[in-house]
């Protein structure tokens, strides 16, 4: 008699299985698959082992008794084959795990995962999955290790733990082969993903089959246990074929080339949507190219088409020959908005009616008007940022943003079969009404116009914070320790949070535990999970009036379309509304009252640049906790020392000892010479352009031996920057290998870690321009390393790093010009002693304590954050318009924050929310 359970013979290497017809057949009834089962029952075994459930699946462990009794491909899908013993594989995976052979201890590790039920109570599952998911993540694959747990689950007919695994592989790298397969695979259709075969005559058995198949092609493509070796990082070849041979097409660009001519009969709209597709599944340089189509094929009369090619070539750095496509492209942005402009956009004198119609404050004074547009521009206003228009033009990003801001409400209403619902005639809410409602609440009399002392108030302002950005994105890096060192009676912190927490896995893998979203839940007085409401603007704008929400900040801006709470803000919830942090540029909205930004930033001969008033902050108007978390690295003025031979680790060697992580730094003609000087950029390839390539590749030729260490983000852009340095050089200096001395990083996964690394990897860090570097500049600076930045441009992205070194007592390395950039970064490279002493000054800053920097003080910076709030709220309830306003330090808060203030404040906010909740009050009541 032959038993369905698994034997293993661990000595010999071999696996029976032992099962009788009848036990088979009663098995296949069970699921669906009798025919099949009645002419070889032994050949489903393998289809029976995905879609059996994990218990059943540890309890049917089936094993071949011999090779030729079993189907060749049986040995691929069994998930073990060394042992039924649990906790056996679990001790074995750990020990090979403590030896560091993490593709090795990976496949004991599942295999413990599997057996557990079987195990009993030897461990538990979370003691062989972590562990598991930890090998993926210290080789660097942890995107790959989630598609193996969805390709396993899908197999076993766990549909529901699929689509979560590869929704979050998916969000780490939407561009993932691995993970890209298998949504097509399990969303598109068997059909569809194999090999392009018409399924439709064949039985749901075979279709189920082939999808079983491809899932195991996918799990196989992504299972650490089979790789070999570690990823090997790609470096530039010795000789000119072999540097020339990544620009050769490719397999992937003659599929490309195959698939345009499949869209010869298409119209430019389907075209259209097609690129869109690819767009969104992270394909950039196929969706580039069917933009580009769509344009042509329209004429370009389909214009979102024509500029959104522009973004995508930007993104890649696919800038023609010597970068002259990037100008024809930046002239076709230029045309396209201005024509645009003058089409669109018209605007109506003010009054009272128009105003509420808009959502305005009824004070407000609006010289121009109020501003509408009859349609969108084709550039959205995320894309502008990065653009380096010239100074006169520069207003067409204000322009672009005021048509995002003009329909964005209309948009919100917007129904997928085309038709616009009808919006509530008491809405948007009216400012006015607002504030003789918070003025009767108060018994306070109304100011009309001027500064009264009536209108302070009794208790803490209703300040609101709405993004849907609270889990581990970056502005929640730079700003969740804010919440730490707000006065409780002085604001009342509300959150409205439309996005989702991380996954637990993605926590406690790369984040290593720390969740920013609980620290903020932990600090808020109110934290109110809103996602309910993503695709309801008009329910949450009722859900924040109800609360009564006197101020709300929008953390969002046009960052994460799709994501971000789209016409919320038009719908005028709160009397007062202000723009903060994630989106450096003008809300282009007459219905945000005030942005916060500094004098440096934003000086007040470039208001026309923005249709909100300035609320102006002393010591820079970014916020950054790198000085206040304690998961942050500070710098040192010395490096550690590396070892001869020894692999990299964070925090070890020089910039020089780590050349960039390359083997063999400055290409082989340069071989036994050493590295002098590592400039970096570390910024997304959409921040670069010609002009800014033109001056790195000026510095690297006039300081000898010195390297660039860039950011591969995305990878597919790195051919062509390559492509641009060896045209530029071809006309300068020929004979010099420029290629060899440019290094790409991979982008490190835990952010902490990022930041670290730019201490041992990086001396000085080039600013983009008109883009700069935002996290990323201020991860440079608390590592120690200067930023030379460009102060020329009117952009509010393009001044970031030029107020940053002037708060930091850095203002020489703010260059005036693209000559006085390359000189400054030159001379830092030169010059041994000027270096250390820019780069001492910079690390001081950092290490001072009692007081804190004015430029790290993130209680300093709190404090000035709630007089802004109060002013503006006092402005509003004295009747007075929207209007600059400058926060003033004065007394003791000059001095900075001690250690003993920091912990008393802390302690002041946690002591209100403890006590708030022992009187019942619950803090997360929408959670």
Known sequence: MRLLRGIVDASAGRRTIRCTMKQATAICHQNAFLRICHRRPDRLLVLLLFLLRPSALARFSV??????????????????????????????????????????????????????ERAGDQYTVDEAFTPFLQCYLLENKIVDGLVFISAESFSRGQNQMGEMYLKQALERDARHEGAIRLKELMHVGVGAAIDGRDTGL??????????????????????????????????????????????????????????????????????????????NNKNLTYASELFELSCQKSNAKLSPACTNAVYLRTNLCDWGEEGKGFEKDMDIIVQITKAETEMYRFVTIANEELKRQNGLNDKMDLEEGVIQWKRATSVHPHMMLGYPLDNK????????????????????????????????????YNVEEMRRKFAKRHGMQLGEGKRSNSSVLPEPIRVGFVGCGFNSKAVMYLSQDMFRFFDPSVVEVHIFSSGAPDHPLFINGAMRGVDWRQRVIDNVDYFHDVRQFKEDHIGLARFIHEKEIQILIEWDGYARQGERASGLMALRPCPVQILHQEFL?????????????????????????????????????????????????????????????TQFQLGIGSPQENACLASNPLGSKAAEMEVSFVY?????????????????????????????????NPKEGIPNLRKFVTEVTARTDPEMDLNARI?????????????????????????????????????????????????????????????????????????????????IAIRLGTDGPWFNSIRTKLIKTCLQRNPLHAYWDVPRYVKNFERGLSLAWEAFMDGRPPHHIEVLE??????????????????????????????????????
């Not at 990003?397 to 919100?412: F, G, P, Q, T, Y």
């Open 585 to 645: 540029m003008t809300s282009g909205a007459q219905y945000i009252d005030y942005i916060i930004t500094d004098k440096v930033v934003s000086p007040l001969r470039l208001d026309h640049l923005y249709t909100e008033k300035f609320l102006y902050l002393p010591n820079h108007f970014f916020s950054k906790g790198h000085a206040v978390q304690k998961e942050v690295t500070p710098p040192s003025f010395d490096y550690v020392p590396k070892a001869n031979g």
């Open 202 to 279: 064949e039985s749901e058995l075979v279709q189920t089959q082939r999808r079983l198949t491809k899932l195991g092609q996918i799990r196989d493509s992504v299972d650490l246990s089979k790789s070999r070796s570690k990823r090997k990082k790609t470096t530039l070849g010795n000789s000119d074929d072999a540097f020339w041979e990544q620009f050769k097409e490719n397999n992937g660009a003659a599929k490309a080339k195959q698939e345009n001519d499949d869209m010869v009969d298409k119209s430019p709209e389907d075209i259209y949507n097609i690129a869109t597709y690819y767009f």
């Open 393 to 428: 033009d520069v207003i067409l990003k204000r322009h672009v943003a005021e048509s995002m801001a003009s329909l964005d409400e209309i948009r919100a209403r917007l129904d997928d079969d085309g038709t616009i619902r009808d919006r509530p005639n008491d809405l948007p």
């Open 680 to 712: 970096c950029n570390f910024n997304k390839f959409l921040k670069h352009n010609p002009e800014t390539m033109r001056s790195w590749i000026r510095i690297l030729q006039r300081v000898p031996n010195s390297l660039l260490c860039l950011l591969e």
């Open 890 to 927: 004065d007394g003791e808060d000059i001095n900075g924050t001690s250690d003993v203030e920091l912990i008393a404040r802390e302690f002041k906010r946690k002591e209100r929310k403890t006590n708030r909740v022992v009187d019942g009050r619950s803090m997360n009541s929408e959670l």
């Open 63 to 116: 094993a071949v008794a011999s090779s030729e009794d079993v189907p060749e491909q049986l040995s691929e899908y069994i998930p073990f084959d060394a042992s039924t013993d649990g906790h056996a594989n679990l001790r074995e995976g750990s020990r090979l795990f403590q030896l560091k052979r993490y593709n090795e201890a990976s496949a004991f590790l599942w295999r413990a995962v599997l057996l557990k």
């Open 743 to 823: 290094h790409f990083l991979p982008w490190e996964q835990n952010p902490f870690d990022h930041q670290r690394r730019s201490h041992a990897l990086c001396n000085v860090m080039l600013d983009s321009h008109p883009y700069n570097g935002h996290t990323t500049a201020q991860d440079a600076l608390y590592a120690g390393v200067p930023i030379v930045s460009r102060s020329d441009g009117d952009d509010m992205s393009s001044r970031v790093s030029t107020s940053a070194n002037k708060v930091l007592g850095l203002a020489e390395l703010n260059a005036k010009g693209v000559n006085h950039y390359e000189d």
